[in-house]
């Protein structure tokens, strides 16, 4: 490994570069709408993590890639993401001593104002998408919080 991605904030644009990928890769119709947003949860945990490495610059970047990939409105999904990264850094020592569980109702919550800021964004543009399957991901986001955040942080030393 370079010595550039054993810094924070190299892993956090390595992880955050590959589930941009995960994010872009289609799938079936049925399975699409169960797709958890991994890079919002990427970017949430580097910013619980390392404030300093997953901070507002990550947050709004990996907005932005999203927009570039799927949003019908150039900066919503980076408005949404500096948004839940801002409450992240902001809150970072209070939800990093919560166990798993109560991390995940946490993540529950910044994916619920995530999609709603887009939500909101995509009605005021005009893009409505009404449909109730908008919101199942987010249950699976918070879901999979548990797995993810202890994969991601096998990746790094806590200090």
Do not use: C
């Not at 910013?47 to 907005?63: D, V």
């Not at 020592?93 to 939500?119: C, T």
């Amino acid at each position: 490994m370079s010595a550039r991605m054993s810094e924070p904030w190299g892993r956090a644009i390595l992880s955050s570069i590959v589930a941009l990928i995960f994010t872009a890769l289609p799938l079936p119709p049925p399975y699409d709408s169960f797709r958890p947003q991994l890079l919002v949860l990427v970017v949430f945990y580097w910013s619980i993590a390392t404030p300093r490495a997953g901070g507002l610059t990550l947050g709004f970047a990996a907005g932005l890639a999203l927009d570039i990939f799927q949003g019908p409105v150039i900066g919503q999904h980076a408005l949404a993401m500096s948004l839940i990264t801002y409450i992240a850094v902001r809150e970072h020592q209070k939800i990093r001593s919560k166990p798993y569980f109560q991390q995940s109702l946490i993540a529950l919550v910044i994916l619920f104002l995530y999609e709603f800021v887009v939500f909101s964004i995509d009605g005021w543009s005009g893009h409505p998408i009404t449909s109730p399957e908008r919101w199942l991901h987010i249950a699976t986001g918070a879901v999979i919080w548990p797995p993810l955040a202890a994969l991601l942080g096998h990746t790094h030393n806590r200090r």
